[in-house]
């Protein structure tokens, strides 16, 4: 069987994606791999989890072709995740594809770093504009730990690669966590970040896969960071970004008068923020085939085998449909007990 050209034209506009409560998905974030290679604390177990066969994952055109089945139906921005994505052979020429499908106004990546060095210019290349790249703590030690043997030295040179390919939308995503980047920490760390022109953001630890690390001793909230950097910094609220492109769940404070006036560091607070969820635009196409309509729910409706048998345009977007309108009004980490098991590194978050 010809698998067809992931970037030949697809008619435009359908019935959006939404979900009971009116919200419409926008932005669809896609797992290219549940593999890694760092083994972070709070993201995947020491022991009792293997990733999944070759086999079983999603193949880099089916990935393609499910994107091109819902651009025209309202997803404008795609965020490729792994686990890591660039361990995914053949990852740079998705995101030339995706950049080219119609209807997809942004492809960016979340990453830990670990291989960017290599691959900056040709993600630039493909298209690629914005990066996330996974950094807790600018101390070496402490990084090797939380990661549990990442080279600190590595993702610096990553970045340093991705900053001469011409990326200029770099965002440092931190797991904000106790005696690692809060407190007096938490400016050291943003202060690093802008010195290099990258933009800081702190996220809430959450009970994702429901790891021995997940508890309050190591979880610090997006309001203690605050309190923290106010009194380094005069920080004004600029709210979540609004306007015409899908946007993520940070909400920016930008620094008023000083050395570093101008700078900005986001917060993300799934945990603390009650009304996290009601603007939510996104959804998430796992590795193995899931579409995933929240990250802290486990359900989720699967398009693997839809997808091999050759189906429909049609009959794939009735699929994420379908799981698009099961989403819940607002995820329920906070219950006792609500616990999403499936792990992050095998949900792409």
Known sequence: MTTADPRDALPIVEQPLADRWRRTIRYLRVSVTDRCNYRCAYCMPLEGWAPVERADLLSLEEIARVVRA??????????????????????????????????????????????????????????????????????????????????????????????????????????????????????????????????????????????????????????????????????????????????????????????????????????????FCAACNRARLTARGGLRACLANDDEVSILQTVRAGASDAALVALCRQAVEGKLEAHRMGAADIVPLTVMTGIGG
């Open 70 to 275: 819902l651009a025209p139906h309202g997803v404008e921005r795609v965020r490729v995740t792994g686990g890591e994505p660039l361990v995914r052979k053949g990852v740079v020429d998705l995101v030339g594809w995706l950049a080219d499908t119609p209807g997809v106004r942004e492809v960016a990546m979340t990453t830990n770093g670990h291989l960017l060095e290599r691959f900056a210019g040709p993600l630039w290349s493909a298209g690629l504009r914005t990066l996330n790249v996974s950094v807790d703590t600018f101390d070496a030690d402490r990084f090797a730990a939380v990661t549990r043997g990442g080279d600190l030295a590595r993702v610096q040179a990553g970045l340093d690669a991705a900053r001469a390919a011409g990326f200029e939308d770099i965002r440092i995503n931190a797991v904000a966590l106790r005696d690692v980047n809060d407190g007096d920490l938490a400016a050291a760390f943003v202060e690093r970040c802008w010195a290099q022109g990258l933009l800081p953001r702190f996220i809430e630890l959450m009970p994702v896969g429901g790891l021995p690390f997940q508890t309050d001793r190591h979880r610090v909230t997006t309001s203690d960071l605050l309190t923290a950097l106010r009194r380094r910094y005069d920080l004004v609220s600029e709210g979540r970004p609004r306007g015409t492109m899908p946007r993520g769940p940070a909400a920016y404070w930008r620094v008023e008068g000083g050395a570093f006036a101008g700078r900005r560091v986001g917060l993300i607070s799934p945990m603390s923020d009650d009304g």
